[in-house]
């Protein structure tokens, strides 16, 4: 997509085109770039599994329906995160 401005009393003309968005899924070929992104992703995973063990803990003593669905929402993005790992990996 294309648009044009022009604001003749100001003396301003031009055009902004729009660039298609890289897609965030799509990983670099770079090799540094796929090591920081596993890094990042390595990191990541440990913290979210802290958080589970530190919730579950936390329900053990006490049913809180909050905790169960951190938990929940902890492991699905869990499973894209270790997905994510894999893809990098096999890159």
Avoid at 22 to 44: G, H, K, M, N, S
Avoid at 69 to 79: C, F, G, K, S, T
Wanted: hydrophobic content about 40%; aromatic content about 4%.
């Amino acid at each position: 997509a294309m648009v044009e401005v022009h604001i003749p009393k100001k003396g301003i003309f031009g055009r902004l085109e729009l660039r298609p968005q890289a897609d965030p899924d799509e990983l670099p070929d770079d090799v540094q770039l796929l090591l920081a992104i596993q890094d990042r992703e390595v990191f990541t995973i440990g913290q979210l599994e802290h958080s589970n063990a530190l919730l579950a803990e936390a329900l053990r003593e006490g049913d809180d329906e909050e905790f169960s669905r951190a938990i929940d929402e902890n492991r699905e993005v869990l499973a894209r995160k270790r997905q994510r790992l894999e893809q990098v990996r096999e890159k």
